[in-house]
C-alpha cells in the first residue's frame, strides 16, 4: 500500500507570537507542528515529520489519514438542533416558502 503524497495535505504556516516562530500545522495530523524560523522552514520541517509519521504508522499498522483534497464527499450530513430552533428554522422555511434544507443551504452559502 502506498502512502499519500505528504504535499497533498493540508497546511498553515503561521506567526505565533508566543513562540516567536513560525508555526506549521496540517489538519490531517492535528496533533503535529513544527516551529521555525521562517515560514518556508516550518513547512519543510512539518512535511518530514509528517513523512516520518506515514511511516511509523505503516509499521504498525495503523491507518493513514487520506489527504482532504482526495476525499470525496456525499454532499449530505446529519445535523441535531434543539426542538425550539428546528421549530423556529421550519417556521422561517414556509414564510419563505422554501424547504429547511434550502434555507439551511442558502444561509450556509452566505457565509
Same mark, same amino acid.
Not at 16 to 45: M, R, Y
Not at 56 to 85: I, Q, W
Given at each position: 500500500?502506498?502512502?499519500? =503524497?505528504?504535499?497533498?495535505?493540508?497546511?498553515?504556516?503561521?506567526?505565533?507570537?508566543?513562540?516567536?516562530?513560525?508555526? @506549521?500545522?496540517? *489538519?490531517?495530523?492535528?496533533? *503535529?507542528?513544527?516551529?521555525? =524560523?521562517?515560514?518556508?522552514?516550518? +513547512?519543510?520541517?512539518?512535511? @518530514?515529520?509528517? @513523512? =516520518?509519521?506515514?511511516?511509523?504508522? %505503516?509499521?504498525?499498522?495503523?491507518?493513514?489519514?487520506?489527504?482532504?483534497?482526495? %476525499?470525496?464527499?456525499?454532499?449530505?450530513?446529519?445535523?441535531?438542533?434543539?426542538?425550539? *430552533?428546528?421549530?423556529?428554522? @421550519?417556521?422561517?422555511?414556509?414564510?419563505?416558502?422554501?424547504?429547511?434544507?434550502? *434555507?439551511?443551504? %442558502? %444561509? +450556509?452559502?452566505?457565509?
Amino acid at each position: 500500500m502506498t502512502s499519500p =503524497d505528504i504535499a497533498h495535505y493540508t497546511y498553515r504556516v503561521t506567526w505565533s507570537v508566543e513562540d516567536e516562530e513560525f508555526v @506549521a500545522t496540517c *489538519l490531517e495530523f492535528p496533533s *503535529l507542528s513544527w516551529l521555525a =524560523d521562517t515560514q518556508v522552514a516550518a +513547512l519543510q520541517g512539518l512535511e @518530514a515529520l509528517i @513523512a =516520518d509519521t506515514i511511516e511509523d504508522m %505503516r509499521a504498525e499498522g495503523e491507518s493513514v489519514p487520506d489527504p482532504l483534497s482526495e %476525499r470525496s464527499f456525499s454532499g449530505k450530513f446529519n445535523l441535531r438542533v434543539g426542538e425550539t *430552533l428546528h421549530r423556529r428554522l @421550519a417556521l422561517e422555511a414556509a414564510e419563505e416558502n422554501v424547504s429547511i434544507n434550502q *434555507l439551511i443551504v %442558502r %444561509r +450556509l452559502s452566505a457565509s
